[in-house]
């Protein structure tokens, strides 16, 4: 069964420390793995999407990884900020010809508190 | 540049009643068009995706329909909303198959079925 499973479920920091969230996948054929950020009632915004070749990539101060041996990949998120505050979300896609099906992980909810 | 808008953003139904949830698309062509759902403390569902003008593909049997009037117009509809239908819902677009294309997200509409 294809899935997803993300931890923690939720998280607290303290505004400018780092944190590394979890993704552990089970999707096969894999195409790509992406990363969502979320804010409460917006819609999710793409922070990185990397294929199987790739085993990091950045975007400011997110850094994603994936291990695709052992189905895993993290976010690090370096010197936090309030604005970091919401859900993000792995997101794992399979190859093939005509699939339109992402499988997405419930989300982890990061709250950065001053 | 590509966007998408989708509305209304919150929306308070009776349960009965019927529903409708636009969502339109600018900046790019013959997109695939997405209508997810998201249930507090679940991943997104795919309810419906389309590759083309008339040409719907329903993921789960519900109480909804979706159709596409126009290249870049979807439309989420029910003829009787149930306290279920109840949720967050997400349109999105890719360019091309969303297991190598980019997916971009709307806005999002809070349904509350009463």
């Known amino acids: 069964k294809n899935q997803v499973e993300q931890s923690p479920q939720s998280l607290i920091i303290l505004e400018g420390k780092n944190c590394t969230l979890q993704c552990n996948y089970t999707v096969s054929p894999f195409s790509n793995l992406r990363w969502y950020k979320q804010d409460t009632g917006r819609g999710p915004v793409s922070l990185t999407i990397?294929?199987?070749?790739?085993n990091t990539k950045s975007n400011g101060r997110y850094t994603a990884t994936l291990d695709a041996d052992t189905k895993q990949s993290s976010l690090h998120i370096t010197a936090s900020q309030l604005s970091d505050s919401a859900s993000y979300i792995c997101v794992v896609s399979r190859s093939g010809a005509g699939s339109y099906q992402l499988t997405f992980g419930k989300g982890t909810k990061l709250s950065v508190i001053p | 540049s590509q966007t998408i808008h989708q509305w209304p953003a919150t929306l308070v139904q009776p349960v009965g009643s019927p529903l409708s949830l636009e969502c339109t698309v600018e900046g790019t062509s013959n997109p695939n068009l997405y209508w997810y759902r998201q249930a507090a403390g679940r991943g997104l569902q795919l309810l419906f995706y389309s590759v083309g003008i008339g040409q719907i593909s329903s993921e789960v049997p519900q109480n909804l329909s979706a159709s596409r009037p126009q290249d870049r117009q979807f439309i989420l509809s029910s003829k009787k909303l149930l306290l279920s239908d109840s949720g967050f819902y997400l349109c999105?677009?890719?360019?091309?198959?969303?297991?190598?294309?980019?997916?971009?997200f709307g806005e999002g509409s809070r349904l509350t079925v009463l």
């Open positions: 999105a677009f890719s360019s091309g198959g969303v297991n190598t294309g980019e997916l971009f």
């Open positions: 990397m294929t199987f070749s790739e």
